[in-house]
């Protein structure tokens, strides 16, 4: 839906504190892999050594002799990061030091560009009628007072920089860890040119792609991130869990919907696991090629060995529906991630993830006049069991979640006509399902007729 595209910019979040200070405490096992498959080993970082020196900037407030001090501290970071990741880089990193301050404006900045009043008007009616916003919550202020609280640093693909807040002469141990993240990511794109063909993926309205290849490339630098940390001295580690743990003490996520914190922490956590498969399967040159042959939905980012498996996404006729007096808002796929978090809001997680389990394809439009929104979804399931759990977990959500009441049986399958004039309608035959939610009876009707399964 189109609030990944807003919540779209590749940064190191407080969000993912969490897994970094566990990895540190608990002295985990991510493994320092191969350039290709083969035994395990474990890599020793040599920082010493004479490589790439990075340009360092720095915010008006920081004093010169501490931009020096940093851009020694770096360097021996952008070794480390080439160490780890098994790269060089090609050209210089850019690295741009500025004030907590300076940081938070320039992304509220960053993510007011990106916010279309108009644009945002619709979501949110949208995110309302899919049971994943309050009635008068503001989406914007959320986003912005998110990030504005949440970024340690971020890569800048536009520019090619990264940008991290510090003011101090030495950098913290967790910062060291964002910076080297973040470099994983200007690495990477030095030499995979993948920010382009990112930012394509979202304003051509292909979210389902684009969460999948955002997956590949934050689990990328979140793997390769602690494979970094797992190597420093232990006295450092547990330094930086502490400063993790104390950071993840001060965020504060109040009024931010449960659902937005566990979307913005898929690609970390799910991309990590991706990654790791693919480094337990054939070793950095592995992931290098997933840049080339990338994962195409979010279902093979969740189970890998259906990526490695070579699996692909059935065929589903793309939802076509027009209703007078209505504009499409977005046309995309909502996928396997999309309706786990969709139904996770009426269900239980395991509940959930068995319904979006089966995911073999889908097709979705939103539609919205100047007081409804409308939402139709196409689905396939990966077999007939798929299907009808899908199903049944929709009805249920509708039931419960949306308090939408009891269904009445409509030409083989059941809508639902809440008092307050919301509409819903479940339809299943074999592997395939549609699913009609809108805020006016009639134009759900409508897209319904249109749609039906044969």
Not at 127 to 135: A, K, R, S, V
Not at 163 to 191: F, N, R
Not at 326 to 342: D, F, I, M, R, T
Not at 409 to 430: L, Q, T, W
């Amino acid at each position: 839906m189109r609030t990944r595209r807003i919540l779209f910019p590749a940064v190191a979040l407080a969000l993912f504190l969490g897994a970094c200070s566990g990895q540190a405490e608990n002295q985990t096992t991510t493994q320092a892999p191969q350039t290709s498959a083969g035994p395990e080993t474990t890599t020793t970082i040599d920082a010493s050594r004479n490589g790439v020196t990075p340009i360092v900037s720095a915010g008006a407030g920081i004093e010169p002799e501490v931009v020096d001090r940093l851009t020694e501290q770096i360097t021996e970071l952008v070794a480390a990061t080439e160490e780890v990741r098994g790269l060089p880089f090609l050209a210089p990193p850019n690295v741009s030091i500025l004030t907590p301050a300076e940081l938070e404006q320039r992304v509220r900045d960053d993510i007011a560009e990106e916010l279309v009043p108009e644009e945002l008007a619709v979501d949110e009616r949208l995110l309302e009628l899919l049971g994943l916003l309050e009635p008068g919550d503001d989406l914007e202020q959320i986003l912005l007072d998110l990030y504005g609280e949440q970024v340690a640093g971020f890569y800048d693909g536009e520019t090619g920089e990264l940008v991290v807040g510090g003011e101090a002469a030495d950098i913290t141990p967790y910062t060291k860890s964002v910076i080297v993240h973040e470099l994983i990511h200007a690495l990477t794109d030095q030499h995979f040119m993948f920010h382009d063909d990112f930012v394509d993926m979202f304003d051509e309205q292909r979210y389902e792609e684009g969460s999948a290849f955002q997956a590949l490339i934050e689990g990328d630098a979140t793997y390769f991130q602690f494979v970094y940390i797992q190597q420093l001295p232990i006295a450092e580690q547990l330094a930086m869990a502490t400063e993790a743990l104390e950071l993840l003490q001060e965020t504060n996520t109040d009024g931010v919907p449960e659902w937005i914190l566990t979307d913005l922490s898929f690609p970390y956590e799910s991309g990590q696991f991706f990654v790791e498969n693919l480094v337990g399967s054939g070793g950095i040159a592995a992931v290098d090629a997933a840049y080339t042959d990338r994962p195409l939905s979010t279902e093979v980012v969740l189970h890998p060995s259906r990526f490695e498996g070579g699996e692909t996404v059935l065929e589903v006729v793309p939802v076509e529906v027009t209703v007078d007096g209505y504009e499409v808002h977005e046309a995309s796929s909502y996928g396997e991630w999309g309706l786990q978090v969709l139904l996770g809001e009426s269900a239980s997680p395991g509940v959930a993830v068995q319904a979006a389990n089966g995911w073999g394809g889908d097709s979705y439009q939103v539609l919205y006049d100047d007081d409804d929104v409308l939402f139709a979804l196409a689905y396939k399931g990966d077999s007939e069991d798929d299907s009808f759990e899908l199903a049944d977990a929709l009805i249920t959500m509708v039931r419960d979640g949306l308090a939408m009441g009891e269904g009445v049986g409509d030409g083989g399958g059941i809508s639902f006509n809440a008092e307050d004039g919301r509409y819903a309608h479940v339809d299943r035959i074999g592997d395939g399902l549609i699913f009609v939610l809108a805020t006016d009876p009639a134009a759900g009707a409508t897209a319904v007729d249109q749609m039906r399964v044969p």
